[in-house]
């Protein structure tokens, strides 16, 4: 694999992507959108594959979100069984010497008992390692992510454990499904849409855009070390000058 260009020191901590343009890439071919989501999906494991290669410590990927729901149940179902999948792989494959540890953002509340089952199972097994983070979103919205924090913070409150002028930035972080990880330096959207569509809303509040004319199940690690690239060539302000 090439991962030559890209040292490790220059890396960003985080990288979020947005893997969008599996139905296209499926429409495309005349194939059901399913099978874009399953090429998809293999394009997900060959990026994880890269990112722990390179040495990056934090990937956050859209795998599903709290509007994907309105789809059709088949598309959906074959979503969620994508998923699954992957998790059954990385249970046969618990003992390998990986230090990637693969966690679920977003409500998990309203999966299948089986997959919050398998969800902590796979969370259990990533304790203690100290690779490569991979945040997976699932059924993941920035907007509910901020509500359930504001909920937390208001029984705290109710409680009697904090006051309202306590309340700060620090303590909403300490509140998201983030919480304890940097902001994404970094966001990539393929597929040509330029949005956020709901990801890491609060956490983007300084991160890089980088949008690429490529369907998701074509993205490969050259594109991810062309966004790299891309993002060195910014000049982080944060507001300074
Ligand atoms: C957006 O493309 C993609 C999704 C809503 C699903 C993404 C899911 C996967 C890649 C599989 C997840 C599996 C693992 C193992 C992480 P779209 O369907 O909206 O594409 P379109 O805009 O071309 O219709």
């Not at 429409?27 to 293999?42: D, F, M, N, V």
């Not at 940097?182 to 991160?207: K, T, V």
């Amino acid at each position: 694999m090439e991962n030559k260009r890209v040292r490790r020191d220059d890396l960003p901590k985080h990288i979020g992507i947005i893997m969008d343009g599996n139905g296209r890439w499926a429409k495309k071919r005349g194939l059901p959108r399913k099978y874009g989501h399953r090429e998809g999906a293999k394009a997900f494991r060959k990026i994880v594959e890269y990112c722990d290669k390179i040495g990056l410590q934090y990937l956050t990927v859209y795998a599903f979100s709290t509007e994907n729901w309105k789809r059709p149940k088949d598309e959906v179902d074959a979503i969620m069984n994508l998923l699954e999948e992957y998790m059954d792989e990385a249970f046969a494959h618990q003992n390998d010497d990986t230090a990637v540890r693969t966690r679920f953002i977003g409500d998990m509340g309203a999966l299948s008992i089986v997959l919050q089952e398998k969800i902590k199972r796979i969370e259990q097994i990533g304790q203690g390692r100290t690779g490569l983070t991979v945040n997976v979103a699932l059924n993941y919205g920035g907007r509910n992510e901020l509500v359930h924090a504001v909920q937390a913070i208001a029984e705290l409150l109710e409680q009697g454990k904090t006051a309202p002028e306590q309340i700060d930035e620090q303590m909403l972080c300490d509140h998201l499904y983030t919480a304890g990880q940097p902001d994404p330096d970094l966001i990539i959207r393929p597929s040509g849409e330029e949005r956020l569509s709901n990801f890491l809303i609060w956490q983007a509040a300084y991160s890089e855009f980088v949008f690429m004319d490529v369907l998701w199940p074509d993205f490969k690690p050259e594109h991810l070390e062309k966004a790299i690239e891309i993002f060195h060539q910014r000049h982080r302000r944060f507001g300074g000058i």
